[in-house]
């Protein structure tokens, strides 16, 4: 029986979706969707919905070999969009309104396939808005043991395993089927993990779900079956400015985490084990903190995994307000945990959409997760995935405003 409560053993009505989902890797685009033409939000706005209207599509370029890849874009009925590249399951652009109506992008990423294929982009890899896996966050050293057998996997930070390892889930090309149900439009990718990928064990069926509903939220889903026993961390990248194109960086960001502790880590990002309360530290974010009131005081800024209060069932995972635009974003999961990383490795290199460069804490992550290297540490929640269970976890984003 599976230990962690996420995992439920297979429901027969999600796992025939996962077997009926194409596990193909070669992108695919639906002829629907190129056919549909893009909504107009005043009009979806006045009859207050637009279920029926599919997402559309379009090229987005090629990757070295040549494979197409498509951009997908969600439109809701209050003229918020998602675009959503098959490169990554990357999310490129999201459009949210502000305190006076303005719509604007409050993700960091490019306009084009070739800004995440640079030289550049790939050398630093920021893994801007891309899914994460197998597995989020870092295993130490890239080594664990499952069913008793010991595993190495793709080593590419300081020694240690960190999103996948050397080719994670973001740079594979994931099989798109956009749809449309009561709650707004739908993208759901599909990507197959072969059995020794980077060296994880079993072939694992992965299915993301995102939905951008018409009351300005984007959800993820993220669902995953396996024939062997092998440890699954789903998560996305997201960077986000709640005011892109006004402030360079979101250290004026008011941020929100209802965690009495975190996980301490070493040097190199590896927790030690050890949950330390974060009362009396600049960790406290369990009433509102500008990001950048206490980041001087956590050598390199923040990158760390925060314990959530509440471990199962949908809970907050952290509340932001910009106090510029107005913009706030609520983050529920079913996750136990959520890394807050403030783009501190991000340097100036990289310049985005609309030829913004992207300097240190010019964005913020909330990668809601299982702990990092669970699969090395006994006391933090399971993170191992059986044959015949269901990986499941859901994650919202969801948009308003404070005037
Ligand atoms: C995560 C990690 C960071 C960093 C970024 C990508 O948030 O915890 O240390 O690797 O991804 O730059």
Same mark, same amino acid.
């Given at each position: ?8 053993? %297979?429901a ?6 996962? %077997? %009926? ?6 992108p ?27 997402p ?11 494979? #197409?890849?498509?951009?997908?874009t969600?439109?809701?009925a ?8 098959t490169? @990554?399951?990357?999310?490129? &652009? ?11 992008? +409050? ?13 550049e ?14 597995y ?16 190495? +996997? ?5 020694g240690?395993?960190?999103? @996948?390892?050397?080719l @994670? ?16 439009q ?11 990928? #980077? ?12 939905t ?13 079956t ?5 440890? +699954? ?15 360079k960086d979101?250290?004026?960001?008011q ?8 996980t ?9 084990? #050890? ?26 800024g ?23 635009? @107005? ?9 136990p ?8 490795? %991000? ?19 909330? #990668? ?26 859901t994650? &919202?984003?969801?948009?308003g405003?404070?005037?």
């Amino acid at each position: 029986m599976p230990t962690s409560p996420r995992y439920a053993l %297979l429901a027969t009505g999600l796992s025939t979706a996962l %077997l %009926l989902a194409s596990c193909d890797s070669k992108p695919t685009t639906s002829q629907d969707s190129a056919a549909t033409t893009t909504t107009a939000p005043a009009d979806s706005a006045a009859t207050g919905t637009n279920a029926s209207a599919m997402p559309t599509s379009a090229s987005f370029g090629k990757t070295a070999d040549g494979q #197409e890849i498509q951009l997908f874009t969600l439109t809701n009925a209050k003229g918020m969009k998602a675009t959503i590249s098959t490169y @990554g399951g990357t999310l490129t &652009s999201l459009l949210v309104p502000d305190k006076d109506g303005k719509i604007s992008d +409050v993700v960091l990423g490019f306009d084009k396939a070739e800004g995440y294929l640079s030289p550049e982009f790939r050398k630093s890899n920021p893994y801007f808005g891309a899914l994460i896996g197998r597995y989020g966050n870092r295993i130490a050293k890239g080594k664990f043991t499952v069913d008793g057998k010991e595993y190495q +996997v793709g080593v590419n930070n300081n020694g240690n395993s960190l999103h @996948g390892g050397k080719l @994670g889930f973001d740079q594979k090309i994931w099989t798109a089927k956009p749809g449309s149900d009561s709650d707004g439009q739908t993208l759901t990718l599909t990507y197959l993990s072969k059995d020794g990928e #980077e060296g994880y064990p079993g072939n694992l069926n992965v299915t993301v779900t995102y939905t951008l509903t018409n009351d300005n939220a984007l959800k993820i889903d993220y669902a995953a079956t396996t024939d062997k026993a092998t440890p +699954v961390n789903l998560t996305n990248h997201a960077y986000f400015n709640l005011a892109l194109g006004q402030s360079k960086d979101v250290l004026a960001h008011q941020v929100t985490i209802p965690a009495d502790r975190y996980t301490v880590v070493d040097a190199n990002l590896i927790p030690t084990g #050890e949950l330390k309360p974060v009362k009396g530290t600049p960790f406290d974010f369990t009433t509102p903190h500008a990001i950048g009131e206490r980041i001087a005081q956590v050598p390199g800024g923040y990158d760390h995994n925060w314990v959530l209060n509440q471990a199962t069932g949908q809970h907050s995972a952290a509340t932001v307000y910009e106090p510029t635009t @107005g913009r706030t974003m609520e983050v529920t999961t079913d996750e136990p945990g959520v890394q807050f990383y403030t783009g501190n490795f %991000l340097d100036g290199t990289l310049k985005g959409k609309d030829g913004v460069v992207y300097g240190k804490h010019g964005g913020f992550c909330l #990668e809601t997760q299982h702990f990092p290297d669970s699969p090395n540490q006994k006391e933090f929640p399971s993170t191992v995935l059986k044959p015949g269970e269901t990986y499941h976890t859901t994650t &919202s984003y969801t948009f308003g405003v404070r005037k």
